[in-house]
């Protein structure tokens, strides 16, 4: 099995940085794309970013120019990195991953529990 634990969260100001970080820890194959997503109070998850195995990424329009998504292979860990964060930026954000295990024909999703990112004066 594959548990995703991310950190990084808490309480910021408007215009603040925040990094986030998800950590994936067990024993599998492969991990192929890594995501973040966020749902905010009342509201559905949204995606906000994606990165692929070899470092490809893709980040939804709300966000561009603010949120950059990475990630260390060799740590089996993906970052967001927060910058010029605005209150609607305020949600619980996840991260997922895409994972191969030994002897299973697909990938499959899995999830973090969560971090709050709170952006307020």
């Known amino acids: 099995q594959v548990q995703l634990v991310e950190s990084g969260g808490g309480l910021v100001q408007p215009g603040g940085s925040l990094r986030l970080s998800c950590a994936a820890s067990?024993?599998?194959?492969?991990?192929?794309?890594m995501a973040w997503y966020r749902q905010a109070p009342g509201k559905e998850r949204e995606w906000v970013a994606t990165?692929?195995?070899?470092?490809?990424?893709n980040t939804a329009d709300s966000v561009k120019g603010r949120f950059t998504i990475s990630r260390d292979n060799a740590k089996n860990t993906v970052y967001l990195q927060m910058n010029s964060l605005k209150p609607e930026d305020t949600a619980v954000y996840y991260c997922?991953?895409?994972?191969?295990?030994?002897?299973?024909?697909?990938?499959?999703?899995?999830w973090g529990q969560g971090t709050q990112v709170t952006v307020s004066s």
């Open positions: 990165i692929t195995r070899g470092g490809s990424t």
């Open positions: 997922n991953a895409n994972v191969l295990f030994a002897g299973d024909d697909q990938y499959r999703t899995h």
């Open positions: 067990g024993s599998w194959f492969s991990i192929n794309t």
